[in-house]
C-alpha cells in the first residue's frame, strides 16, 4: 500500500504538467549563487528548493560565500559550528564522526539526525555503526563550494524526515562557460600543508566540466605520551584527500543534465581523551567488595586509572598529553557519491526536475574507547572481587586495554552502507499569484555486507582482529558485533504560495513520510583459550582465519541462552527485527511585506524524526519517533546608503513529545546469570521543550571598505516530563535488565544546548590603488556559554564538574591580499583560536561506570599562509 501511494503520487504530480501547462512566467532568480552584497538582497539561498533572494524568504538562514569559507578556513562540516549560531555539534568520537545540533536537538548514539546535511540537494550517505558515523558529507566537501546555507528550525515538508533541528545545503560550485581555475596551497604550524585546485573549462557551448582537488594534512595536536613502540604518535590529527568531477550538457536550450562526481577518503588516527580524574575511597569509589553498589570491574579499572593519571602528573604532562597503549590505531572514512540532476523547462511555467543519487560509505576503526594505558595496580588485585568463578589473583604491573574497537578481518568496516534516492520534483506557477513545488521522494539504504567489528574487553591485544590477544587478567571477552540494516525512506510532498497582494503572501505544504528500518545480528561474544592444558582447548572452535582457539556464545544469551555456539557458527545467534513509521510534516508560513526591504513573517511547522533500531541491548531495541511541533515568528530589514547592510531577527518556541533520551542499563541477576552486562538504550522519554531567539546580521560603511558581521542564539531548553518509575520499570519486564538509568532528569536541561552563542566580525579594507592590490585584514569573535555535556558527571571534576563544559571565547584573525600587485595571485595569512585557549569539547562518559574522568579538547591555536594562483577569465 505504501508503495501505491507514492506511485499515485507521483502520477498526480505529471498530471500536473498538464494542469498548469498555460500560465504566464516564472521569475527565475539571475544572481550567481554565492553572491553576497552588502545589505543582502543579492545573496541567493536555495531553501525552498529554488533559487531565492535571502531576504525573501521567511526562514531563519546562515550563510557563507566561497570567501567566507576560505576566510573562516572551514573544511570539514565541524568548522562551520564556530561561526553559525545555534548550531552545535556533538565530538564525543572526534571531529570528523561528529553529529550536528540545531536549536537543542541532538542526535544521540543510534539514533537519527536531527540535522539534514546536503550536498548539491542530495542527502548524505546513510549509516549506522556502533559510533556515530555518516549521515553527513565526507572530509573535503568545502572545497570549491559557491555556498553554505545553515536552515534553522524543521524543514520536513521539502527535505523530509530527521530534519527537527533543520538543514545545511552545501552548493557547488556548477560549470560554466568561462575557461577559468585556480591552484592553492596552504602551510602551517604542526605540519599542516594543503593544496587545493579547480579548473573549469568550457568544452563547448552545450558541454562545460570542472574539475576539484584536494589533500589536506596536519599533525595531531593531542600527544601520546605512553612510549610504547606501535602506538600513535598523536591523536587528532587531519589527514584527507577529496576529488569531484563536475559535468554539464545541455541537451537542448530547455533540457540540462548536471552530474556530480565527489570522491573523499579519510586517514587518521583518531581521537584522544584526557584522563582527568579517577574513582577512589574519597570520591565515591566503593572498595569493600559485597557490599551494596560495589562492581569489582570499576574498582579495578579507577584503579589502574588513579596510577596512569598519577604517571601524568609526574611528568607534568599538559593538557594536550595523554596515554595510549593501542598499537596501530586508525579511524578510516571512506564515501562516494554520484548525483545526476536533470531539469526540464517544459514551458514558460513549469520546470520538472530529477535528482537521482547512489553513494556508498565505508569506516573503519582501531582505538582506545578511552585513552588508556592501564596495568594492574600496585599490590595486584584479587579477581574474586570480580566474580567468585575466578579465584586467580592479577599480577602487578600486567598490561590491559579496558575498551578497545577494531574490524574484524583486514579489509573489513565497522560501518559500510549503500544508499540510492531519486526525487522528483514539479516547479511551477500561476503567474504572479502562485508558486509551488511538488513531487515525490525515494530512498533505499543497503549494508554492504555486515557492519562488523571486535570490541576486547579486559584483554591485552596486540590486534583484535586478528584475536591476537592475552588475557593477562584470565577473565574479559571478545565482543563481536555483525549487525546488517536497511533503510527505506519515501514520501510526497506538496508546497505552494499564494500572494494575496504585492506585500501579503502565504506559503503552506505538507509532506507525507513512509520510513522502515529492518536488519539482522548475528553477534557474538568470544572467549579464547590460549593454554592447551585448559580443558576447554580441546573442544574449542579454530578460528578459520587466525588458527586461535576460542569459544563463543551468543551476545543475546538472555533470549538465546549462553551455551558454547557449536563450531562457533555466528549465524545460529541470528535475531530478526523491524520498525517501520509513518507521519504526516507540513508548515504554514505568511509573510507580509512592510516596504521593499523589510519585511515580518510567522511559521509553524510539523516536525518529525523516525525511531530506530541498535541490536545491543535485548529486549530494547528499538524505539519510536519523535514529533515536533515549532512556532516562530522573524523579521527580515535591508537598508542601503552611506550605511548598508541587513539584520534579521527570528524567535521561536519548540514542542517535543515522544523526546529521545539515551539511558544506562543495569543486569538483572538473571540478565548477569545469562552472560548480560549493562548497556545503554535510547527510550521515548516524555516531553519537552525549547525557545529562543537568533539575530543574524551584516553592516557595511566607507564605501564598502569596512564591515561588521554579527550572529547571536539565545537558546532555553526543558525536559518536562519522563516516564515514572513504574513504567521505566514496566519496560525491562522481559528484558535482562533490572534498572533503566535516563542520562536527564525532568526539569533538566537539553545536553549540548549553549544558552547563548555570539559571533562578532569585523573586515577592514585599506584604500590602496588596483594597481597594488586589495589588503584587508578581518578579526572574529566567537562566544559560547557553558553546556550540559554529561549530567553523570560529578562536580568535583574540574574543568567540567557536574559534566558542564565551560564557556569559551575564541578569536580568529585573517589578513588577505588579494591580486598581489595586479598578478592573478592571492596571498593569506590566517590564525584560528589566537589566543590559544583550552576549551572542551566533550566527556567520556565513563564515570558511572569505570571510575574514569576523561574530556575531549578542541583545537589549539593554529596558523598558516594561503598563497592562490588563479588562471584563465
Known amino acids: 500500500m505504501k508503495f501505491l501511494a507514492i506511485k499515485f503520487g507521483l502520477l498526480l504530480s505529471a498530471a500536473s504538467i498538464g494542469v498548469f501547462g498555460a500560465a504566464p512566467v516564472m521569475a527565475q532568480g539571475k544572481a550567481a549563487p554565492g553572491a553576497d552584497e552588502a545589505s543582502g538582497t543579492d545573496i541567493i539561498v536555495t531553501a525552498r528548493r529554488v533559487e531565492e533572494k535571502l531576504q525573501d524568504v521567511p526562514i531563519s538562514i546562515t550563510v557563507m560565500n566561497t570567501q567566507q569559507i576560505s576566510d573562516r578556513n572551514i573544511t570539514i562540516a565541524n568548522d562551520l559550528t564556530t561561526y553559525t549560531p545555534s548550531l552545535s555539534s556533538n565530538e564525543r568520537y572526534g571531529p570528523e564522526k561528529q553529529s550536528f545540533s540545531l536549536r537543542g536537538f541532538n542526535q544521540d548514539q543510534s539514533t537519527a539526525p536531527t540535522v539534514g546535511v546536503y550536498f548539491a540537494e542530495v542527502v548524505g550517505v546513510r549509516a549506522q555503526g556502533g559510533t556515530t558515523s555518516g549521515n553527513t558529507v565526507g572530509a573535503g566537501a568545502f572545497m570549491d563550494l559557491a555556498n553554505v546555507q545553515v536552515l534553522k528550525g524543521p524543514q520536513g515538508t521539502l527535505f523530509g524526515r530527521n530534519t527537527t533541528g533543520g538543514a545545511i545545503l552545501l552548493t557547488p560550485k556548477k560549470p560554466s562557460d568561462r575557461f577559468e581555475g585556480y591552484v592553492e596551497g596552504s602551510a602551517g604550524n604542526y605540519s599542516m600543508w594543503k593544496i587545493t585546485g579547480a579548473v573549469n573549462i568550457p568544452i563547448s557551448d552545450s558541454f562545460k566540466v570542472r574539475f576539484a582537488a584536494e589533500k589536506n594534512q596536519r599533525d595531531g595536536y593531542v600527544i601520546n605520551r605512553s612510549g610504547i613502540a606501535g602506538s600513535a604518535p598523536f591523536f587528532n590529527d587531519r589527514n584527507y584527500e577529496s576529488y569531484r568531477a563536475s559535468v554539464v550538457v545541455n541537451i537542448t536550450p530547455d533540457l540540462e543534465n548536471y552530474t556530480i562526481f565527489q570522491y573523499s577518503n579519510s586517514h587518521t588516527y583518531g581521537y584522544g581523551a584526557k584522563i582527568i580524574a579517577c574513582a577512589n575511597a574519597s570520591n565515591g569509589l566503593n572498595i569493600t567488595p559485597g557490599t551494596a553498589g560495589y562492581s569489582g570491574a570499576r574498582h579495578l579499572t579507577a584503579l589502574s586509572c588513579g596510577e596512569q593519571l598519577a604517571r601524568q602528573t609526574a611528568r607534568g604532562d599538559g593538557l594536550y598529553d595523554v596515554e595510549s597503549s593501542v598499537l596501530n590505531p586508525y579511524l578510516r572514512i571512506k564515501q562516494w557519491q554520484v548525483i545526476n540532476t536533470t531539469t526540464w523547462h517544459a514551458s514558460d511555467n513549469l520546470t520538472v526536475k530529477n535528482i537521482a543519487s547512489y553513494g556508498e560509505f565505508r569506516e573503519a576503526t582501531h582505538f582506545d574507547l578511552y585513552t588508556s594505558n592501564y596495568t594492574v595496580p600496585v599490590g595486584g588485585f584479587d579477581l574474586r572481587n570480580i566474580s567468585p568463578q575466578l579465584p586467580f589473583f592479577a599480577t602487578a604491573g600486567a598490561p590491559y586495554k579496558y575498551v578497545e574497537l577494531d574490524i574484524t578481518a583486514p579489509g573489513g568496516t565497522n560501518s559500510a552502507e549503500k544508499t540510492f534516492t531519486d526525487e522528483l520534483q514539479f516547479q511551477g506557477n500561476f503567474g504572479d499569484k502562485f508558486n509551488y513545488v511538488m513531487g515525490g521522494y525515494l530512498e533505499f539504504a543497503r549494508p554492504i555486507g555486515l557492519s562488523a567489528g571486535r570490541t576486547g574487553i579486559f584483554q591485552n591485544c596486540t590486534s583484535p582482529q586478528d584475536l591476537a590477544c592475552a588475557n593477562p587478567l584470565f577473565f574479559g571477552s571478545i565482543s563481536e558485533s555483525r549487525v546488517a540494516l536497511s533503510f527505506n525512506n519515501h514520501g510526497i510532498f506538496a508546497q505552494g504560495t499564494y500572494n494575496f497582494d504585492d506585500r501579503f503572501s502565504l506559503t503552506a505544504g505538507i509532506r507525507y513520510t513512509f520510513d522502515n528500518i529492518f536488519g539482522y545480528t548475528v553477534s557474538t561474544r568470544a572467549t579464547i583459550i590460549l593454554n592447551p592444558l585448559d580443558p576447554r582447548y580441546a573442544t574449542a572452535a579454530v578460528d578459520a582465519r587466525t588458527g586461535v582457539h576460542l569459544t563463543r556464545q551468543c551476545t543475546d544469551s538472555f533470549r538465546l541462552g549462553n551455551g558454547i555456539v557449536p563450531g562457533g557458527d555466528f549465524n545460529l545467534c541470528r535475531t530478526d527485527l523491524k520498525n517501520p513509521s509513518t507521519a504526516p510534516t507540513w508548515t504554514i508560513n505568511p509573510q507580509f511585506k512592510i516596504s521593499p526591504d523589510a519585511m515580518v513573517y510567522a511559521k509553524w511547522s510539523r516536525g518529525y524524526r523516525q525511531g530506530g533500531l541498535n541490536f545491543t541491548n535485548p529486549g530494547l531495541e528499538s524505539w519510536k519517533p519523535e514529533h515536533l511541533d515549532s512556532f516562530e515568528i522573524g523579521a527580515k530589514a535591508s537598508f542601503r546608503g552611506a550605511v548598508s547592510g541587513y539584520l534579521n531577527f527570528a524567535g521561536y518556541y519548540n514542542k517535543l513529545r515522544g523526546f529521545q533520551l539515551f539511558a544506562g542499563l543495569q543486569a538483572s541477576a538473571a540478565g548477569a546469570a545469562s552472560g548480560v552486562a549493562g548497556g545503554a538504550a535510547i527510550i521515548n522519554a516524555g516531553n519537552a521543550h525549547s525557545y529562543g531567539i537568533e539575530v543574524d546580521g551584516s553592516l557595511s560603511m566607507a564605501d564598502g571598505a569596512l564591515r561588521f558581521d554579527l550572529g547571536?542564539?539565545?537558546?532555553?531548553?526543558?525536559?518536562?516530563?519522563?516516564?515514572?518509575?513504574?513504567?521505566?520499570?514496566?519496560?525491562?519486564?522481559?528484558?535482562?535488565?533490572?534498572?533503566?538509568?535516563?542520562?536527564?532528569?525532568?526539569?533538566?536541561?537539553?545536553?549540548?544546548?549553549?544558552?547563548?552563542?555570539?559571533?562578532?566580525?569585523?573586515?577592514?579594507?585599506?584604500?590602496?590603488?588596483?594597481?597594488?592590490?586589495?589588503?584587508?585584514?578581518?578579526?572574529?569573535?566567537?562566544y559560547t556559554s557553558s553546556q550540559i555535556a554529561n549530567g553523570a558527571v560529578p562536580a568535583f571534576l574540574t574543568p567540567v564538574g557536574g559534566g558542564i563544559l565551560p564557556s569559551r571565547t575564541l578569536l580568529n584573525l585573517n589578513i588577505n591580499w588579494n591580486k598581489v600587485a595586479g598578478t592573478p595571485i592571492d596571498a593569506s595569512f590566517f590564525v584560528t583560536n589566537l589566543t590559544n585557549k583550552a576549551y572542551v569539547v566533550n566527556t567520556g562518559g565513563a564515570w558511572v561506570g569505570s571510575g574514569i574522568g576523561d574530556m575531549l579538547l578542541g583545537e589549539p591555536r593554529m596558523w598558516g599562509f594561503r598563497l592562490k594562483y588563479s588562471f584563465g577569465n
Do not use: Q, R
Open 712 to 782: 547571536y542564539a539565545y537558546l532555553n531548553t526543558k525536559i518536562d516530563t519522563l516516564p515514572s518509575a513504574a513504567d521505566l520499570a514496566a519496560t525491562l519486564v522481559g528484558t535482562p535488565f533490572g534498572g533503566i538509568f535516563p542520562t536527564a532528569s525532568a526539569g533538566s536541561e537539553f545536553t549540548l544546548a549553549p544558552n547563548h552563542k555570539l559571533t562578532l566580525g569585523a573586515t577592514y579594507t585599506l584604500p590602496l590603488p588596483e594597481s597594488v592590490g586589495k589588503l584587508s585584514a578581518g578579526m572574529t569573535m566567537a
